[in-house]
């Protein structure tokens, strides 16, 4: 115990704000509460006086269930929203929503919205310590860093190493939150999906594109593998899931013909039989229950730094 | 930087630990079913010396060692400008129904021991548990606790700032006083 560094950003908006040195502060802090995790009890006073409220405007299950697990860990109190419950579809407006529950004494807020910048939003009109949990096609803060923690607790240090980022790169915040920790980590990173559902201006980020995913399996030591987002898809960029299971989904068989040791990586909810087949997503090769249970550290590492003081 | 007072060079420095080793024999035996745990950070010094101190003169006891983080247990959290950064737990053995000893360098206001039997009973529920502190700062206790094993004892007022260093870490074995915490390069 000392004291020590501290987080260059009072909020958590995206990985576009956070240094390097703030991201090797998160993974440090990080390994220190996945050891809590593994203890008979899994829990720690830290936070027991800040009170968190998770608003949820959009649906989620992992996320929302490893914030909440990571803020019980911490031993915060807790509130949770959902819009779909609420003043919300009575037509109240975001600033509005969220001044009522501050005036309530509430510390921090986790958001998940499906507008782009609603976390930013936030951060400039209330007071409140804001947590980017997803903002529509933006970013994904804590996705990224469980998802790069994960692979380096996989392979190590990642200056240097390869790492493909594989589908739905367009509607993605996962794909965007995770080039731009990557590359704040060093890695060289490569997109790789059908024409369509890849930016033209991706490669202003500094990442390569390939549209051959054999090619980029065979170039990467990991691949993380994006759900294809049918839901925000408002047409057709595919024929059908058919078809893009046929180009870009990976089975046993691909693997097996490349000889490659590529690690598989899934932020879920995985289309079983789409990007990636049940064999490989259950096999020895996948570290996706491990970026699980890497979630819920990185989450409470994200929060107890971030706690206000 | 004004140079601390050194109140236990390194030959007396020796001879406490050599006499703490020698009362924890007396109590504990050959250490069956006993934990000793260092407390992050500095306590884990100690505890390191002491532990490698015992092997010497125990070579066929079995002793299970550990060392306890207690930062998210502090009750300081907010009074500090930054978040207090943590350094490793590893307890490997069970704590269940062993006899522990808590190990720290200075006992000073009793707040990091009562965060240390907090964080304790997240891993069990221990038979015993002592306390043993190279530096017992005696009239400087915040809280009703009490070593069972103590190096020196130091009395001094609250401003000053004990520092226990190391060979290893520091360059010498030694205890030194400050009169006031800001002088010290820690």
Redesign the interface.
């Known amino acids: 115990m000392s004291e020590g560094r501290k987080l260059s950003q009072p909020h958590l908006l995206g990985i576009r704000d956070l240094t390097t040195e703030d991201i090797r502060l998160i993974f440090d802090t990080a390994v220190q509460f996945k050891e809590v995790l593994n203890r008979p009890i899994k829990k720690v006073p830290s936070l027991r006086d800040t009170t968190i409220v998770n608003l949820f405007f959009e649906n989620s299950t992992r996320t929302r269930i490893s914030f909440e697990l990571a803020e019980k860990r911490l031993s915060a109190d807790i509130v949770n929203f959902s819009a779909s419950a609420s003043s919300v579809s009575k037509g109240e407006t975001l600033i509005d929503t969220v001044n009522n529950i501050l005036s309530m004494k509430v510390d921090m807020v986790v958001m998940r919205h499906p507008a782009p910048g609603a976390p930013e939003l936030l951060a400039r009109k209330i007071s409140a310590t804001i947590i980017n949990a997803g903002d529509g096609t933006h970013e994904h803060p804590t996705q990224a860093l469980l998802d790069a923690f994960s692979m380096e607790e996989k392979i190590g240090d990642l200056r240097g190493r390869h790492v493909a980022i594989v589908g739905d790169i367009l509607h993605s915040r996962v794909a965007l939150s995770n080039i731009l920790c990557l590359k704040k980590l060093g890695a060289h990173v490569r997109v790789c999906g059908p024409p369509t559902l890849i930016p033209k201006w991706i490669s202003s980020l500094g990442v390569e594109v390939s549209y051959d995913i054999r090619d980029t399996l065979k170039w990467a030591d990991i691949a993380n593998i994006l759900r294809i987002q049918l839901e925000r898809q408002d047409l057709r960029y595919f024929p059908s899931t058919r078809e893009y299971a046929l180009y870009f989904g990976i089975d046993r068989a691909m693997l097996e013909e490349l000889g490659q040791d590529v690690i598989i990586m899934h932020p879920g909810p995985i289309n079983r039989g789409v990007e990636l087949t049940s064999d490989v997503a259950d096999s020895s090769q996948s570290i996706i229950l491990q970026q699980v249970e890497n979630g819920v550290a990185i989450r409470m590492a994200v929060l107890y730094l971030l706690a206000p003081r | 930087m004004e140079d601390g007072r050194v109140i236990l060079s390194s030959k007396p420095f020796q001879m406490v630990l050599d006499r703490l080793c020698y009362a924890l024999i007396e109590n504990y035996n050959d250490f069956q079913g006993t934990y000793l745990i260092g407390i992050?950070?500095r306590g884990v010094l100690l505890a390191d010396r002491l532990v490698a101190r015992l092997k010497d003169i125990l070579p066929d006891s079995t002793l299970q060692y550990g060392q306890l983080?207690?930062?998210?247990?502090?009750d300081d959290?907010?009074?500090?400008?930054?978040?207090?950064?943590?350094?490793?737990?590893?307890l490997e053995f069970a704590i269940e129904d062993q006899r522990v000893i808590l190990i720290d360098d200075v006992l000073y206001t009793g707040r990091t021991i009562q965060a240390a039997m907090?964080?304790l009973?997240?891993?069990?529920r221990p038979s015993t548990v002592e306390l043993l502190a190279l530096v017992d700062r005696r009239f400087n206790r915040h809280l009703p606790i009490k070593a069972n094993y103590t190096g020196i004892q130091v009395d001094a007022v609250d401003e000053a700032y004990v520092k226990v260093s190391w060979a290893d870490q520091d360059g010498d074995d030694k205890i030194l006083i400050f009169p006031q915490k800001h002088e010290v390069q820690?």
Do not use: M
């Open positions: 992050q950070p983080d207690i930062t998210f247990y502090r959290f907010r009074k500090h400008g930054k978040p207090l950064e943590a350094s490793k737990t590893n907090t964080a009973g997240d891993f069990g820690v």
